[in-house]
């Protein structure tokens, strides 16, 4: 990484952005467990709806966790956070509007707050509250995979249902059918495009 935090003041708000595949768990994952490390205190929360692993954890693809706690909405961080120091945030992007404030309010209390999230769709839009919090933050990172199809540097989430590129109106969640998602560049990234006949 280029950048490094060591120690931090007066708070401290740090994204982790990037596709599918690009290790921002992983990368949440390694900040989290140096702080543990240096015996400061940190605790990891991520939204109900990611239940792709473990429920009360934060895997990452290759398998390495911390501890998480499950919330419904970005308030509940509010009741968990008075003991500690560094406050882990991932998939970011499924949270409520409310979290730019309370992550300010982190930030402002001293704490240093480290978040993970998309930071496009799969249509290559930007995601949700993802654009807000970058503005807000102290440090953004944007991690990198590799594209399946040419192995050039992939920067997009290619949605694929039953094998094939899923189209614009899909909805986000999809429930019954194969879904899929791969990490490709701009080039090989089949981009769903706006239909204008509605
Ligand atoms: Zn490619």
Redesign the pocket.
Known sequence: MKFEMTKYEGGWIEVIVGCMFSGKSEELIRRIKRAIIANQKAVVFKPKIDNRYDFNKVVSHNGISVEAIVINNSNEIRNYVNDYEVIGIDEAQFFDNELIDVVEELADNGKRVIIAGLDQDFRGEPFGIIPNLMAIADSVDKLHAI??????V?TKSQRLINDKPASYNDPIILVGSKETYQP??????NKPIKSHTN
Not at 147 to 152: K, N, P, S
């Open positions: 594209c399946v199809i040419c192995g050039a992939a490709r560049c701009r080039k090989c990234f």
